[in-house]
């Protein structure tokens, strides 16, 4: 099959497109004709190299995808050649003495993997996926949306809504706006009631942000986020802050928070140290939470969102898999507005 991989850690220079082996699905498997898949931030961060992250070589990226299936492994039930679906790409082990997998949190468990960081993903013609982890599309659904949304909208959900517990009513802070997470968290928090503060870089952003949705949209290059944050919030803060951005934006998100206010963290990707006042923690009774990803009741119910229209996945562009490595480099350059699909 005709795929995108590397062999080796590095800059865009190492991901190719050349022929690897087909998959074959195993036991309670499918295997899919990708059609569409989506670019994230994840796949830099894997093609450069994570701390601790051991791949096996040639590895083919992609967590997000969208096609038909082709082939049944053994014992599949519900699902039939031709079906159109997209995949959530958490895998986890499902096994009766795993505690997490048990009590429902599919995150936690301690063998949960992602496609296309840990296993092979869907930047490839054909890839094998457990079928519990299929979400059917309906008929004529583009399957290039239907590729940007699995990952970046069931962080998104869990982030907001089983961790940061988001209400009506509320105000939410959400760091990185043009991003895929940030522009599926923006959407989410409005269908929810709240009251969403964004922020993003330049004037086009801006204006793009305010079409999401957003009530308000902060130009970090122009001024303080947190300082405008809380002159409009009558020097109260927000409840909540949805973050992926680490460093550069650290201390101002925790001076954003309100009294009681609680701050969720998806990632980290301007660095992973960021200063904390702890008497300030305590004082203000402030929570600080981590999140990844989601369990599979997550995933349906966002996904459920998706599918009938509610909420709307942003793709940016649309190129062939050919195109990968200047894919890998557009994205790294911040040339990106939601997310950008490749087809095999």
Not at 235 to 243: A, H, I, M, T, W
Request: aromatic share 6%.
């Amino acid at each position: 099959m005709k795929a995108a991989y590397f062999e080796r850690h590095g800059g865009p220079d190492v991901v190719r497109v050349g022929e690897l082996p087909d998959p074959t699905p195993g036991p309670g498997e499918v295997l899919i004709r990708v059609r569409a898949a989506g670019l994230n931030h994840l796949d830099l961060w894997v093609r450069r190299g994570l701390p601790g992250l051991r791949l096996q070589m040639p590895h083919i990226g992609g967590s997000d995808m969208a096609g038909e299936i082709a082939a049944l492994g053994d014992d599949v039930t519900g699902w039939a050649a031709g079906d159109r679906v997209a995949v959530n790409p958490g895998i986890w082990c499902a096994r009766d003495d795993c505690e997490w997998c048990v009590r429902g949190e599919h995150p936690l468990c301690p063998a949960y993997r992602v496609l296309g960081e840990h296993l092979p993903g869907g930047f490839a013609e054909w890839v094998a996926v457990p079928e519990r982890n299929l979400v059917r599309l309906p008929d004529g659904f583009p399957f290039a949306t239907a590729a940007v949304a699995p990952l970046v909208y069931q962080t998104a959900w869990r982030g907001l809504l089983s961790r940061g517990r988001l209400a009506a009513g509320e105000t939410v802070l959400v760091t990185g706006a043009s991003g895929g997470v940030s522009t599926a968290a923006i959407q989410i928090a409005k269908h929810h009631g709240a009251r969403v503060f964004a922020v993003t870089s330049g004037p086009e952003n801006v204006r793009r942000v305010e079409a999401l949705g957003a009530d308000l949209v902060i130009d970090r290059l122009k001024e303080d986020f947190s300082r405008r944050v809380w002159a409009e919030t009558g020097k109260r803060g927000v409840d909540l802050v949805l973050d992926s951005v680490g460093e550069v934006t650290w201390e101002s998100c925790v001076r954003a928070l309100s009294r009681g206010g609680r701050m969720v963290v998806y990632g980290a990707t301007t660095g992973p140290r960021g200063a904390l006042h702890i008497t300030r923690l305590f004082w203000t009774q402030t929570s600080i939470l981590g999140t990844t990803m989601a369990t599979q009741p997550e995933f349906d119910a966002v996904m459920a969102l998706v599918l009938d229209g509610s909420l709307e996945p942003i793709v940016d562009d649309v190129w062939p898999l050919d195109q990968v490595r200047e894919a890998h480099e557009h994205l790294e350059a911040g040339g990106v507005f939601g997310k950008l699909v490749l087809q095999p």
